[in-house]
């Protein structure tokens, strides 16, 4: 059974950064990583995705140019830069792990998830 474990949340004001972390432990072979997020009262939603090897990446237009996601195979762990915060980047952000090689933007084609980590975003 494959865990995925947030961290790096909090909360910090408006132009800041954080980086989160997701840990994945189990069986991990072979599987692109995605962020999502959710606000109180919306949808979740994508956020970056990363392919297996790293050379493949993606991000929602709300996001882009301000958050890079990256990822390091040897401590099966995915990252989540992000600078030049907004409030309205204020949601519990999630890591999911799909068992492709390949990320998706969609939130079903994901096969685990962690539990979420608050980030907010004061102005």
């Known amino acids: 059974q494959v865990q995925l474990v947030e961290s790096g949340g909090g909360l910090v004001q408006a132009g800041g950064s954080l980086r989160l972390s997701c840990v994945a432990s189990?069986?991990?072979?072979?599987?692109?990583m995605g962020w999502f997020r959710q606000a109180p009262g919306k949808e979740r939603e994508f956020g970056a995705g990363?392919?297996?090897?790293?050379?493949?990446?993606g991000y929602a237009d709300s996001v882009k140019g301000r958050f890079t996601i990256s990822r390091d195979n040897a401590k099966n762990t995915v990252y989540l830069q992000m600078n030049s915060l907004k409030p309205e980047d204020t949601a519990v952000y999630y890591c999911?792990?799909?068992?492709?090689?390949?990320?998706?933007?969609?939130?079903?084609?994901?096969?685990?998830w962690g539990q979420g980590t608050q980030v907010t975003v004061s102005s």
């Open positions: 999911a792990m799909r068992q492709s090689s390949f990320y998706s933007t969609r939130d079903s084609e994901y096969d685990y």
């Open positions: 990363i392919n297996w090897s790293g050379a493949r990446t």
């Open positions: 189990g069986r991990t072979s072979s599987y692109a």
